[in-house]
């Protein structure tokens, strides 16, 4: 089955920019989306078809995606971006759809 | 507002079966899969299935098939998502999400607030 890999934290100091990645063979072919969870709370999608926000997320938020790599990209990065971050992908060799394993981002 | 409202927090013992609804308000329920996702204490994203309301077929991950089944009513907008033969690994957060039919828009874009299911002797 289809594997995506993200590295477990990244830490940033408020005001600069988090990248987190996420692994796949030729993921660019694959559409990636990504979602916020914060504690105690239900997944929130926040880049959906690789780049696009949904309504009422900041521009902050940006996504990019190529070769075996997609990245989400937060800018000026504050207190309340601290949260655990999501890819997912829908297979089509399986028809299944995959998460990432997460990574959590602590802003220092 | 579209909204997908689950059932309570389930405590169960190992080998007996768990059903979580989930039901949908605020938009057209037969035009959209349902997905079960769960979460195990601190762990990630695991998608367990989805279920197509508008003629009811349903399909698990591979890892589930045979212990998973997804059913619907739509005279109510309700989603039922059956696990059987619980253990202690079962214990999690389970989730129902919302995607549209398009693969091209494979997206959750809609989740519900997830039931606690827990499994103990």
């Known amino acids: 089955s289809y594997v995506l890999t993200q590295p477990p934290s990244v830490s940033v100091a408020p005001g600069k920019t988090a990248k987190i990645t996420c692994g796949g063979s030729d993921i660019g072919t694959k559409s990636v989306h990504w979602y916020q969870q914060k504690a105690g709370q239900a997944p929130l999608l926040v880049i959906y078809?690789?780049?696009d926000r949904p309504s009422g997320i900041p521009e902050r938020f940006s996504g990019s995606n190529s070769g075996n790599t997609a990245t989400l990209t937060i800018s000026r990065v504050e207190a309340g971006d601290e949260a655990d971050f999501y890819c997912?992908?829908?297979?089509?060799?399986?028809?299944?759809?995959?998460f990432g394993g997460g990574t959590k981002l602590t802003v220092l | 507002q579209a909204h997908l409202e689950q059932s309570e927090a389930e405590v169960k013992n190992p080998g007996a079966s768990v059903t979580v609804s989930c039901k949908a308000s605020?938009?057209?329920?037969?035009?959209?899969?349902i997905h079960w996702v769960r979460q195990a204490p601190g762990q990630g994203l695991e998608w367990m299935g989805r279920i197509k309301p508008n003629i009811g077929g349903s399909q698990s991950a591979q890892k589930f098939q045979g212990r998973v089944t997804m059913t619907r009513d739509t005279s109510v907008n309700t989603v039922y998502f059956g696990l059987h033969g619980v253990t202690s690994d079962d214990t999690a957060v389970y989730y129902c999400a919302r995607s549209d039919y398009s693969v091209v828009k494979s997206w959750f874009d809609l989740w519900g607030q997830g039931t606690l299911v827990v499994v103990s002797s």
């Open positions: 997912q992908v829908w297979d089509n060799r399986s028809d299944h759809w995959v």
């Open positions: 078809y690789n780049n």
């Open positions: 605020g938009y057209t329920f037969t035009d959209y899969y």
